[in-house]
């Protein structure tokens, strides 16, 4: 007689320790996070605290903590020191949306790794090292579409979202204000964005260049996208705003020119 065993769960996200590159942080399909010490070979914790498999870690040494999100649209903050649980919470879904959100939640600690983008097919949204969130934005008006993929420029200034539609949003870090829309027709070949649908899947930043980016497209090609020569940056800076803001934020998409469809290169 044989026995058959069900197979391991797969690894979904990966993450590494900030101060100790033989540690890594490994969501799995089964909800767990499991600790992994690469030397010893060895899983040296195991973080239970999630519904559905995870799928994005993120860590901030001046916080040291590590946070974690799943298909259960939830946030987790565990402590690096112990992999104690200190937080969790789920993302809210949008007024217009009833019930739980569910699905694939994103997460990345701005440069001062203490802000957190949290992305979901229904909203950008920053979050402080508490779970509070303190700005939030829903598709809308000239970015209708859900959202696929997000992730901050390397200076952290901006914040680039891909859309299923395969619009690209172009948006100040800060205020989550959308500065320009990109649409699919400016970055990929008519032959292509006339036929089958095509979408950024996933958005990755330039490391020194602020306003390029790379997207990884539904049909398998990569596209690299910055602006025009004669206009090095991406649409207009929104004036400053004096005043407290609130704490959550779902300001109106802006106008004019800065959510046309800017040209590329």
């Known amino acids: ?37 690469v030397r010893v070979d060895e899983v040296k914790s195991k973080l239970k605290g999630h519904q559905k498999k995870i799928t994005g870690l993120a860590f901030s040494q001046s916080m040291n903590v590590l946070v974690s999100s799943g298909a259960d649209a939830q946030l987790c903050v565990w402590s690096i020191d112990g992999w104690e649980k200190k937080k969790s919470k789920y993302i809210q879904p949008p007024a217009n949306r ?9 997460v990345q600690f701005h440069n001062d ?56 949003g172009v948006f100040e870090a800060e205020s989550l204000r959308l500065r320009c829309r990109i649409a699919l027709s400016a970055y990929v070949p008519p032959s ?17 260049e602020p ?21 090095p940056k991406w649409g207009v800076a929104p004036p400053q705003d004096n005043g407290a803001h609130p704490s959550m934020s ?11 469809d800017q040209p590329t290169r």
């Not at 065993?5 to 979904?12: G, L």
């Open 98 to 106: 009833s019930g739980a959100l569910v699905g694939d939640t994103r």
């Open 211 to 231: 306003n390029q980016i790379a997207v990884g497209m539904s049909d398998g090609a990569v596209h690299v996208v910055e602006p025009l020569d004669a206009d």
């Open 1 to 37: 007689m044989t026995t058959f065993m069900a197979p391991p769960p797969a690894a979904t996200f990966l993450a590494f320790h900030p101060q100790d590159n033989n540690i890594i942080a490994i969501g799995m399909e089964d909800s767990t996070i499991q600790i992994y010490n």
């Open 113 to 168: 790794q203490t802000h957190l983008l949290v992305v979901h097919e229904s909203q950008l949204a920053i979050y402080d090292g508490n779970l509070e969130c303190s700005r939030s934005w829903y598709p809308r008006d000239a970015l209708p579409a859900p959202v696929s993929s997000a992730i901050y420029s390397c200076d952290g200034l901006l914040v680039y979202a891909g859309f299923c539609d395969g619009a690209i």
């Open 192 to 208: 292509i964005s006339s036929g089958a649908s095509v979408y950024p899947m996933v958005v990755a930043a330039h490391p020194l």
């Open 250 to 260: 779902s300001a109106p998409a802006a106008s004019n020119n800065q959510t046309s």
